[in-house]
């Protein structure tokens, strides 16, 4: 029988394995352990929808209007489900939202590493050991934010 958990119980084994390594390489010299969430929305968003599925949702941040980055986060029906949502400061503003179909594995251009280390790590704190295998070769944006 396939294990069982609650949304807090994925949520709770997200937050404890966020680290500097789980993050796009770009972004590690900023590391805040503060403020944890930052830059782990793309693999973030895999591994909720690995367990749970739905839809990934891709939105903007922009700062004073202009563009700066993508953040990532997963719908279930009509509930949104952000758990990188207080990475980002006041000035930032996370605008539009747009349904993305999730690339398999292989296809994963960005932050391949750090979403396997994610999963893996996350997968452990649930107490899932029947994985399914996960290529680490790469080709989607999905990663960052």
Known sequence: MPPTYTL?????????????ETRPPECRADWDASNPARDQCGVTALVVNDL???????GEVHIDGAHVDYHWWNRFG????????EQFAPHEVVVGR???K???NNELRRCVDEYLLLRRLVLARLGITDEP?????????VGAG
Do not use: Q
Not at 8 to 20: G, K, L, N, P, Q
Not at 52 to 58: C, N, T
Not at 133 to 141: F, G, H, K, L, N
């Open 78 to 85: 009509l509930l949104d489900v952000d758990l990188t949502r």
């Open 98 to 100: 747009e349904v993305r």
């Open 133 to 141: 295998a996960v290529e680490s070769e790469t080709s989607s944006t």
């Open 102 to 104: 999730r690339p398999p």
């Open 52 to 58: 749970l599925g739905g839809d990934l949702i891709l």
């Open 8 to 20: 807090a119980d994925v949520e709770r084994a997200i937050r404890e394995s966020w680290c500097d």
